[in-house]
């Protein structure tokens, strides 16, 4: 996140109304051309807020948001574009698709040139969806869905591209797959993309950055491998849980690596940084410690 | 067959011509209104809702009489609509078709109302963020997906037409060709004792009343069975 020309720069103040009380969000951050800004934190943080904030679908009390040579927010000028004439695709949490359009008229009524079906096909055929584009959203799987969902916020030709927990609704094999056509539309378009999510292996495997946010603020930014991996267990920590298990597996992932541990009848899948990760052996029994956002593994 | 039983087809004829004229018009005012009604955040719409509500709980002769008294050209309305666009409302088909409008709008909006409100809010926004305006939003994403409460309301509001009394006995009377629809003319045959051709207008709208009712339930059991909803 450069100071000086950076591709977004973003600054909003809002009050949220969370079950805890009233906290006040109060964001600033700038994010290069191209790169995938990963927001984590727990829920009630602002995550959705900022991201609504970006899309103007929700109104920031004070701020600004410049995209490009483009000014979309600035109070003190009294400028709030509306949504439909910021170039965003927005991929919601539940999809959001029209139950009365078919895939590909999905994708030609986000496409801002109607006659130009080139964009079209060649999306249809990235996200494998060709076969299914006569279909209706109610006869697609979630896996599907959130495919179409990620091809028609693409179609609409955006310049920033926001994803709000885009893989809850699916199970971890659906997640691991949908997180390769994310990359591929990534090296495609190289479009500059805010991930919300509460997931690290996703966070790990997609982001180039990251920021956590905690009761609206930024607590602290930087790399994910440096933000979730790497720091020391916990010595003496109430919040924590501590149990024993065996490894399964050490798979390397994007910038890091993610190991699975048998613990009981459940399998915990946790990423490490690689210096951790090549200190462990398969079958090896550990001890898995676990505190608000950072599990550890002791051998 | 004797001659009081010849049936004279047009006050039914009028009755349909009466219904559908009312049933397009408030489907034309109808979406924009229960789209205001189901997106603006103005407090005092619930008044309107009840405004709109009020004719499915009033009395019938309570609203042909206040209609009747606004009408009148004796009243301020009346006598601006007859003085400057030279139209008259009371014992007319126009007053007839103003005075079903309201009586019937409750049988439109609140059909649409819930249609719209059953949508995921986030249809709209999606189309938002897709660069779309609102209108066309509305006429691409949300009516095609509440077709359902608009087939619902259509049908609603002219059978409710269709049966109405009491207003039209109020603000129409009984004038052949003019404002005689099929339910005053039932009245008109009890009243001279002729009950077998009474008999025959309320058989027709019986049958016609079951017959829109059950088109009503199957369209509803259709759209229940293949909602498109993800």
């Known amino acids: 996140m450069t100071q000086s020309t950076a591709f977004l720069d973003f600054q909003a103040t809002k009050m949220l109304h969370t079950a805890q009380g009233r906290e006040l969000l109060d964001i600033s951050f700038r994010l290069d051309q191209g790169r995938i800004l990963a927001i984590y934190g727990p829920s009630g943080a602002g995550k959705t807020t900022l991201l609504r904030i970006l899309a103007g679908l929700t109104e920031a009390g004070s701020g600004h948001i410049r995209v490009g040579d483009d000014t979309w927010l600035d109070t003190t000028r009294h400028i709030h574009l509306p949504t439909r004439r910021r170039a965003i695709g927005f991929v919601f949490q539940d999809f959001a698709l029209f139950p009365n359009l078919t895939v590909r008229q999905q994708l030609e009524y986000a496409s801002p040139e109607k006659h130009d079906s080139s964009i079209i096909a060649e999306l249809l055929a990235l996200m494998e969806l060709e076969a299914l584009q006569h279909h209706r959203p109610a006869l697609l799987s979630g896996g599907q869905q959130q495919r179409v969902a990620l091809a028609r916020a693409i179609a609409r030709r955006p310049s920033l591209l926001l994803l709000d927990e885009p893989l809850s609704a699916l199970d971890e094999e659906m997640r691991n797959k949908l997180q390769e056509y994310i990359l591929k539309i990534q090296q495609r378009f190289h479009l500059t993309t805010i991930l919300v999510s509460h997931y690290l292996p996703e966070i790990l495997r997609l982001a180039d950055t990251a920021i956590i946010l905690k009761k609206g603020r930024i607590v602290s930014e930087g790399t994910p491998a440096s933000l979730f991996a790497g720091q020391t267990p916990p010595q003496k920590n109430n919040s924590s849980f501590k149990t024993t298990g065996t490894i399964l597996r050490i798979e390397p992932s994007a910038n890091a690596f993610i190991v699975s541990v048998r613990c009981a009848d459940t399998i915990i899948d946790l990423t490490l940084s690689a210096a951790e990760a090549t200190a462990l052996n398969l079958n090896q029994t550990v001890s898995v410690i676990f505190n608000a956002i950072n599990p550890k593994i002791i051998p | 067959m004797n001659e009081h039983s010849t049936i004279d087809w047009q006050p039914l004829w009028l009755s349909l011509k009466l219904a559908s004229v009312t049933m397009l018009i408030l489907l034309l005012v109808g979406i924009p209104l229960a789209y205001w009604l189901a997106y603006s955040r103005r407090r005092w719409k619930v008044a309107i809702e009840a405004v709109i509500g009020l004719p499915m709980v009033l ?120 404002t005689k629809v099929a339910s005053v003319a039932i009245y008109d045959e009890v009243l001279s004792t002729n009950y ?8 027709i709208l019986l049958g016609f009343s079951f017959c829109i009712l059950l088109l009503v339930n199957i369209i509803n059991h259709y759209y229940n069975k293949h909602k498109a909803l993800p």
């Open chain 2, 196 to 203: 077998p051709l009474a008999n025959r207008y309320a058989i």
């Open chain 2, 59 to 178: 009395p019938p002769s309570v609203l042909g009489f206040y209609l009747l008294l606004a009408f009148s050209p004796a009243g301020a309305f009346g006598a601006f609509l007859s003085r400057y666009l030279d139209v008259r409302l009371v014992f007319t088909f126009p007053g007839l078709v103003a005075a079903s409008l309201i009586y019937s709008l409750p049988f439109m909006v609140n059909p649409l109302l819930a249609g719209f409100r059953e949508l995921p809010a986030d249809l709209k926004e999606a189309s938002r963020t897709l660069g779309k305006s609102d209108i066309t939003t509305l006429f691409s994403i949300l009516l095609p997906n509440i077709r359902a409460s608009l087939i619902t309301g259509s049908v609603l509001s002219f059978a409710h037409t269709i049966g109405e009394f009491g207003v039209v006995m109020m603000i129409g009377g009984s004038i052949p060709g003019q």
